[in-house]
Nanobody, 126 residues
Framework: QLQLVESGGNLVQPGGSLKLSCAGS????????IGWFRQAPGKGREGLLC????????VSADSVKGRFTASRDNAKNSVYLQMNSLKPEDTADYYC???????????????????WGQGTRVTVSS
């Protein structure tokens, strides 16, 4: 069964950049579309963007358009979230999730994804 582990969360200053990793084990990530989500303190989980098995990215959240991008490295069985121009409101726990049965990106809703990582914390503060 596929397992996902996020890493790379850290404290970063406003305007800075951070790259999160989502490593897969138990199965090949290249067979799964991968979504990135976040949950800020006291708020619900927000779908950010998704990368298909072919590497096409769909950005759902207007708040991250032009700042966040996703990529994948099939040789490393990993997917990445590059975050630039970070703002304090980007502070959250970030999650990757995988959906099976489709090579394209489903809607970025909790129910559309089958496998979830445990999350990694990003704090944007001076």
């Amino acid at each position: 069964q596929l397992q996902l582990v996020e890493s790379g969360g850290n404290l970063v200053q406003p305007g800075g950049s951070l790259k999160l990793s989502c490593a897969g084990s138990g199965d090949n990530l290249d067979s799964f579309a991968i979504g990135w989500f976040r949950q800020a303190p006291g708020k619900g989980r927000e779908g950010l963007l998704c990368i298909s098995t072919r590497g096409a990215t769909t950005v759902s959240a207007d708040s991250v358009k032009g700042r966040f991008t996703a990529s994948r490295d099939n040789a490393k069985n990993s997917v990445y979230l590059q975050m630039n121009s970070l703002k304090p409101e980007d502070t959250a726990d970030y999650y990757c999730a995988a959906t099976s049965g489709t090579t394209s990106c489903p809607p970025l809703t909790y129910d559309a994804y089958d496998y979830w990582g445990q999350g990694t914390r990003v704090t944007v503060s001076s």
